[in-house]
Every structure is written in structure tokens, then in C-alpha cells.
């Protein structure tokens, strides 16, 4: 779901659409930051990376094993990269419904992540570009979690109306073994997420899995159940 | 292994030079492959394509003038025998399945192994080849 242009320049009085013009500018921004990585330090690497075999093959067998590993280092680094240009910029924003989006993000990660993956999606309503785009993020965090625990084998992303809203509920069967590093922020940005678009977000954790839940309104200053 | 006695026609393009010039001595040092021309954008990838007919192009899906998947398209609709692997720094199902659809042959994510860039080549050549 690609942002909408501005309508003109005229200054937004409601808050929703407010909401909603932040949460382009978040999207656009995140385009930008994709867009710049990919065409500066990734080609960069890869240059470098394609070179750097090149010249490791006239080494002699010593120092070829030095080279070989800078290059391995370098490989890394653009794994890491390509990981956050996805994550900025997933290509499953593109689609048009939030079945849609959350159906190739969820699948393809757990194929990729060797995860049995599934998908409940329960909502018939149409929903504001706020909701889908706010879900979405929501969920991206959630799953991307999922992998860096590690432990799961099996993601399920479930999402029903619940009291006038939408409720989203990301499980896996890993059992929970400490937090990885960043998964302190991680927590706290889904939270912020949630709250901004008015709902709530909480998480469980047990030696079954962890299960991270939130809730959106449909409709903005609709009670919190 | 060559076409006969002729070595698999090859076209790069890329929008970043560095890499080119990285891909052209990758190919070239290889005596089965001939680097017939390199290009930079999506309309000089058309243009040189026409006037040069290769057996393969190694293409960036992220180009100047229209993009790697406009560029894709294009190119089947004007060269149906060459061959097209894309090469990409993005590696997403969704990427790689839209380039599938517009009839690239294969698909490799930039940071492959040389020696995979290489033999994608030979496979993409030969099948090229065959088809000729």
C-alpha cells in the first residue's frame, strides 16, 4: 500500500487524518532509508565483494585464506543489509488488502525461516489505510521477533474484529528462553505503535511459546475494551 | 563449455559502474564467455540488445529509465532468444517471483559466489543455445 500523495498543501484539522498523513510520512521515510542502502553501501559491497574474489584467486594459498575471509565478512555484512531493506521496505506493502499483505509476509518468512506458517484472517470489513498500515508493522515486529528467538517452529498469525476493532494475535511454539538482544525495544515500539493508533498491545511468554496480541479500533476514539 | 566453436555472447548492465566493471572481468577472464557490451540504464539495455542479439544478459531489477522489471519485459518482447538472470541485492519472494512472471530464467541475489554468477551464465548460455 503505497502512501497517497498530499492533498495539496492544506493543514489537516481532524485527527485521524492527521494519524494518517504521520504514518505516510513514517512509509515514505522508510522508502527513502531503503531506497539509499540499497544504492550506496550494498552495491558498494558488492563491487568490492565480486573484486575481492577475483583478486583472492592470483593469492597464493596463505594469503587467499585471508582474503577469503574478509570476503566472507563482507558477504555478511550485505545479508545484514539486504535484511534491513526488506524490513524497511517490505514488498508485501504493495498489495492491496491487509490479507493480502499479512499472507505474503507471513508465508514467505516462515518458508524462509524452515517455520510451519499459517494464517487466520477473520475481518470482512474493508479497513482504513491506518489500520492495515499499523497492523501490518505491528505484525512485521512480531514475526520478525519470532526468528531471532530462534526456537519456534511453527508461527500462526491470527486476525478477528474484536469490540469494534481489530484483534491480531502473532504465536509461536518456542519456548521462551530469555530475550534476545533488542527484544526490550522491540517490545516497547510495537506498544507505541499500538497506542498511537489508539489500541493496546501485550505479550505472553511460557515454556509453549510466546504469543504477542494488540488491538486497533476500527474507527478512531472508539472505546478501549 | 562454448556454442559450438563460439563462446556465450554476454550483456551486463547495471546502473552502478563498479559493479560492471566487477562483472566485465569476471566474465571476461573466463574463455568460454565474451562480454559483448555493458549498459546502464533500461533503454540502453533495449538498445544494445537489439543491435547485439546476445545469448545472455546479466540485468540489475533496479535500473534507471523505467527499472530492471520494465526493462525485463521489454527485452523478452524484443530479444525472445536471449537469455535473462537477474541480479539483484534484493533476495524477497515477492521480487524474485515479479521477475519470474515477466520470463527471466534465473534469479541470483547480488553477493553470490563468483563461481555461481559464472556457471548461471553457462547454464542460461547453453539453454540459449539449444533454443536457437
Do not use: C
Amino acid at each position: 500500500m503505497l502512501p497517497e500523495p498530499l492533498d495539496g498543501q492544506r493543514p489537516v484539522a481532524d485527527p485521524a487524518g492527521l494519524i494518517d498523513h504521520l504514518l505516510h510520512a513514517h512509509e515514505l521515510d522508510r522508502q527513502r532509508l531503503a531506497e539509499r542502502i540499497h544504492d550506496d553501501p550494498m552495491q558498494a559491497l558488492v563491487a568490492v565483494g565480486l573484486r575481492m574474489q577475483l583478486l583472492a584467486a592470483r593469492l597464493p594459498e596463505a594469503e587467499r585464506e585471508h582474503m577469503n575471509e574478509v570476503t566472507e565478512a563482507v558477504s555478511a555484512a550485505m545479508t545484514t543489509l539486504r535484511g534491513l531493506v526488506t524490513s524497511l521496505r517490505p514488498r508485501a506493502l504493495e498489495l492491496g488488502t491487509l490479507e493480502e499483505m499479512l499472507r505474503a509476509y507471513v508465508l514467505h518468512a516462515a518458508e524462509e525461516w524452515a517455520l510451519d506458517g499459517q494464517v487466520d484472517y477473520l475481518v470482512a470489513d474493508e479497513l482504513e489505510s491506518r489500520v492495515v498500515l499499523t497492523a501490518f508493522r505491528l505484525t512485521q515486529i512480531a514475526v520478525e521477533d519470532v526468528r531471532r528467538r530462534g526456537s519456534a517452529t511453527r508461527l500462526t498469525v491470527t486476525v478477528r474484529p474484536d469490540h469494534g476493532g481489530l484483534l491480531t494475535e502473532v504465536g509461536d511454539n518456542g519456548p521462551h528462553d530469555g530475550q534476545p538482544e533488542g527484544a526490550e525495544l522491540s517490545s516497547r515500539v510495537m506498544r507505541e505503535w499500538a497506542l498511537s493508533g489508539g489500541g493496546w498491545w501485550e505479550s505472553e511468554a511460557s515454556a509453549t511459546g510466546t504469543t504477542v496480541r494488540f488491538w486497533l479500533p476500527l474507527r478512531l476514539l472508539e472505546a478501549t475494551p | 563449455m562454448t556454442i559450438g566453436d563460439d563462446p556465450i555472447r554476454v550483456l551486463i548492465v547495471d546502473d552502478e559502474p563498479a559493479i560492471r566493471a566487477a562483472l566485465h572481468a569476471l566474465l571476461e577472464i573466463e574463455p568460454d564467455i565474451a562480454v559483448v557490451g555493458v549498459a546502464g540504464s533500461a533503454q540502453e539495455a533495449v538498445s544494445l540488445a537489439e543491435q547485439l542479439a546476445p545469448d545472455v544478459i546479466v540485468l540489475d531489477i533496479r535500473l534507471p529509465g523505467g527499472g530492471g522489471e520494465r526493462a525485463a519485459g521489454e527485452l523478452r518482447r524484443r530479444v525472445p532468444a536471449t537469455k535473462l538472470l537477474a541480479f539483484s541485492a534484493l533476495g524477497d519472494h515477492e521480487s524474485i517471483a515479479t521477475m519470474r512472471s515477466l520470463g527471466v530464467s534465473d534469479y541470483l541475489v547480488k553477493g553470490a559466489p563468483n563461481h555461481e554468477v559464472v556457471d548461471a551464465v553457462r547454464v542460461l548460455g547453453q539453454r540459449a543455445a539449444r533454443g536457437r
